[in-house]
């Protein structure tokens, strides 16, 4: 059974950059079995697709945010962790990390993921 666990700030001003961390228990996140995906969901909005990354550490992005996301790895901790440059308030959402078994760009229906953290909430406020 994996489980996955996000972590992070629930407040970051504007313009900072805000830093998440999914900590996987039940698997390596090298293992070439699992996919590690970052969405989001806005305050009354849909789930956003953010990005992915592969066990080798290859990693793919939202074209919207590309020039802002960043995902990698730290496999000293079994952790997958996100950066989001210069966030607004528009940036405000839950937070999930999600495991899939196949590279699904920009899915965002909940039953195509094997696994979900249980999200944490990131408010973009000064």
């Known amino acids: 059974q994996v489980q996955l666990q996000e972590s992070g700030p629930g407040l970051v001003k504007p313009s900072q950059t805000l830093s998440l961390t999914c900590t996987v228990s039940g698997a390596s996140i090298r293992t070439e079995t699992y996919f590690w995906n970052w969405l989001r969901q806005p305050p009354g909005k849909g789930l956003e697709w953010m990005g992915v990354i592969s066990g080798s550490g290859s990693a793919w992005y939202s074209p919207s945010l590309k020039n802002r996301l960043s995902i990698s790895m730290d496999t000293s901790k079994n952790q997958v962790t996100l950066q989001l440059l210069s966030v607004t308030p528009e940036d405000t959402a839950v937070y999930y990390c999600?495991?899939?078994?196949?590279?699904?760009?920009?899915?965002?229906?909940?039953?195509?993921?094997?696994?979900w953290g249980q999200g944490t909430q990131v408010t973009v406020s000064s």
């Open positions: 999600a495991a899939s078994k196949r590279l699904i760009l920009g899915a965002t229906t909940k039953n195509l993921y094997d696994y």
